[in-house]
C-alpha cells in the first residue's frame, strides 16, 4: 500500500482522488491541498485529510506519491520541488508549457532518482487501444493515413484553457493528447510538421486547430480539434495498404474492412459519372471485393495506469509514460507552436 | 453556331465529343484528330471528320475552338501551336505540368489575342455547387474549417496516370480540380500550404495525397486523395462560426446544421466521460440547440462550361474559367511539390 496526496483540487484534481478511490485499491489518497479554500471544502466529503499547505504534503515522510493538478504554468516548480522534497511524481498535462520546463524537471528527476510520469490518461481510451491493437495485428497492412479528430461546439474554450498565461489553448489542452497517441503508435521519427491554429474565438489563445504530422515511415497523420462542429464525422479513419478502419464515437462505434487476398482493381461498374465527368479512379468498389471483421475487442482501464506508476515502484515493471516520450511530444509541440507564429512548416527529425 | 474540333481522341476527348453533341448545340464538332489509328476508328460511330494530322485543323479556317485532350506533357506545345494558327483554345486539366509552362501560354493567348481556357469541369459538380451556395447565403457563417476528399481504392493510377513524365501523379490528376474549387470558394489569398505526397503503389508519383492550406481570412483547407480507402467518409465537411455542412458522396447526400441564435454554451449533460477520462470541452451539443437546414437547391450544368466560352467569342460574356486563376492554382501546385520534394512546408502569398 502507498500513500498519496493530490496536489490542486479544482475538477481533475477531485478526479483523480475519487477514481483512484474507486478503482486503485493498493493506493491510498491520505489528503490533499489545493490554495483556493472552497475547493478544500470537498475533502470531507471525499474522506480525505485536508493538508494546510504544499509544505505539509512535503513534509510528511508516510507520502510517497503526489499528483500535481495545478494550472499548468505552476506544474515545472512544483514538480521540482516535490521531487527535491524526495515525492514520486505523477503530473497532469500539459506537462509544461515547452519543453525547455520540462527539461529542467527531467534534469532533476534524475538528480533525486525519484519517479516521474504524466498523466497521459488517453493512452487507456478504448478509441485508441482499438487503433493500436488494429496495427499491431496487421489487420491494415501498412498505415499510410491516419486522422484522429476530437469534435466539439462549444466556441471559446473554458475557464483557464481560455488564457496563454495558464497553458490553455487547444493545442496544450487536447493536442498533446492526440500527439502522444500518436506517437505511440508509429514508432517512426517525425519528419516535417504544421500546424493551422486558429483563434476563432479568442485573441489569446488558439480554440480550433489542425496539426499534419509526417513520420519517416511514410505515414501521414492529420490531427483535428474543434469547437463548432455541429455534424461530428468521426474520432479515427486509418487507412492502410490492406484495410480501412474507422472509429465514429467515443463508445466506439465503428468498422473495420479489410481488401480480400486476391482483390482486384477493375470491376464491373468501373466508372463513375458525376454531375461534371467521370471518374474512373474514384469510383467505389464493391463490397465482394472485400471482407469486413469486427474491431478488435479491446477495453481500456485507465487504473493500469496508476498500478503500473505503483509497479514501477516496487521494482516490478517499467514505467509505460516515460519522461522522454513526454518530451518529444514537448518537442513536436514546440515546432508547432513556431510553425504557427512563423507561418510555415518545419522539416524535423523527432 | 462555331466548329469545334477535338485534338486527342482518348477516354476524356471522346467524352468532350459525345457531351457537346448531346448538350451544347451551339457547338458543332467537326471533327478530331488522334496519331493513334485505333483512336481514330471512333470517328466514323461518333459521325465527325477524321482530320488526317494537327495540321489539317489548324489550317481549316472553318474551326473556331480546339480542345486538346492530348497527353499532359504535350499541351504546351500544343496549346502555343494553336493559339499561332488563330484557333480559341480549350484546353484539358492539368493545364501544363508546372507554371512556368503555363505562362508561356498564356504571353502566346496575350500576343495572340486568342481564348485560352483550362477544362476546370469541377467547378460545375453538384457538391462544390452546393457548398458555394451555403457560403453565398452565408448559412455557416464564417468557414473556418474545411475538408474536401475524394476516396477511391485501386491502388496504383492507371496509364498515364502512373508516370510522371506524361504529368501523371495524384496532384496534378486530382489535386488540381480540389485546388480550384477550394481557391474559387475562398476570395483570399493562399498564405501556408504543405503537402503530404506519398508514394505508396509507385516509385514514381504520388498517389495518396493530403495538402494543406490556410488562407488569409484564416481558413483552413485539407484536401485528401486517397487510393486505398475501403470506408468512404465524405466529399465536404464545412465548420463555419455558425454552421456545419456535410456532403457525403457524389449523389450529395448530406447535411446542414445551424446553431440556433440564441444557442448556449452549456447544457445538462455537460460533461462526456470516455474510459479514460471525462471531456467537457467535447461534450456533444444537444438538438434543440441546432436547427436542421436543407441543403441548397442547386443544379450543376456542365454545359455551361462551353456556352460560357461561345458566349465570350460573341463577346457577350466574361470568361469564366480564366488563364489567371489556372495559373494561380499552378504557383500553388509547384510550391506543393516543392514542400514534398524540401521535406517542410512554406509560407506564401498566392
Given at each position: 500500500m502507498f500513500n498519496h496526496a493530490?496536489?490542486?483540487?479544482?475538477?481533475?484534481?477531485?478526479w483523480h482522488v475519487e477514481n483512484i478511490q474507486k478503482k486503485v485499491p493498493r493506493l491510498h489518497v491520505k489528503g490533499a491541498f489545493d490554495i483556493r479554500k472552497e475547493a478544500m471544502d470537498k475533502t470531507e466529503r471525499l474522506g480525505i485529510k485536508a493538508y494546510a499547505s504544499l509544505e505539509e504534503i512535503l513534509?510528511?515522510?508516510?507520502?510517497?506519491l503526489v499528483t500535481i493538478a495545478i494550472p499548468n504554468d505552476m506544474h515545472k516548480d512544483t514538480a521540482i520541488r516535490c521531487l527535491?522534497?524526495?515525492?514520486?511524481?505523477?503530473?497532469?498535462?500539459?506537462?509544461t508549457l515547452n519543453s525547455a520546463e520540462l527539461e529542467e524537471i527531467i534534469a532533476v528527476q534524475k538528480e533525486t532518482g525519484?519517479?516521474?510520469?504524466?498523466?497521459q490518461n488517453r493512452r487507456w481510451d478504448r478509441d485508441f487501444l482499438i487503433v493500436k491493437e488494429a496495427k499491431k495485428q496487421g489487420l491494415l497492412g501498412d498505415i499510410k493515413l491516419l486522422e484522429s479528430k476530437v469534435q466539439g461546439s462549444r466556441g471559446s474554450l473554458e475557464g483557464w484553457r481560455g488564457h496563454k498565461l495558464n497553458g490553455g489553448g487547444m493545442?496544450?489542452?487536447?493536442?498533446?493528447?492526440l500527439l502522444d497517441q500518436v506517437m505511440q503508435l508509429d514508432p517512426g521519427k517525425v519528419v516535417k510538421v504544421d500546424a493551422h491554429l486558429l483563434k476563432v474565438f479568442s485573441d489569446e489563445v488558439d480554440d480550433n486547430i489542425k496539426l499534419a504530422l509526417l513520420f519517416d515511415d511514410g505515414m501521414s497523420a492529420i490531427l483535428e480539434m474543434t469547437t463548432m462542429c455541429l455534424i461530428n464525422t468521426y474520432r479515427w479513419h486509418v487507412q492502410g495498404t490492406g484495410g480501412t478502419l474507422l472509429i465514429k464515437d467515443w463508445k466506439c462505434n465503428g468498422e473495420l474492412w479489410q481488401l480480400k487476398p486476391d482483390a482486384e482493381m477493375t470491376w464491373d461498374e468501373d466508372i463513375v459519372y458525376t454531375?461534371?465527368?467521370p471518374t474512373r479512379t474514384m469510383a467505389p468498389r464493391p463490397k465482394y471485393t472485400m471482407n469486413q471483421l469486427d474491431l478488435p475487442d479491446v477495453r481500456g482501464d485507465w487504473s493500469d495506469y496508476y498500478n503500473n506508476v505503483l509497479d514501477v515502484l516496487e521494482g516490478k515493471a517499467e514505467l509505460i509514460v516515460k519522461p522522454a516520450q513526454t518530451l518529444r511530444v514537448m518537442n513536436v509541440i514546440d515546432l508547432l507552436f513556431k510553425s504557427a507564429e512563423e507561418g510555415h512548416g518545419f522539416a524535423c527529425c523527432i
Open positions: 493530490v496536489i490542486g483540487l479544482g475538477g481533475m484534481g477531485t513534509n510528511d515522510p508516510e507520502i510517497d527535491r522534497a524526495g515525492k514520486n511524481v505523477v503530473c497532469e498535462k500539459p506537462v525519484k519517479l516521474f510520469s504524466v498523466h493545442l496544450l489542452d487536447w493536442g498533446i493528447h454531375d461534371a465527368g
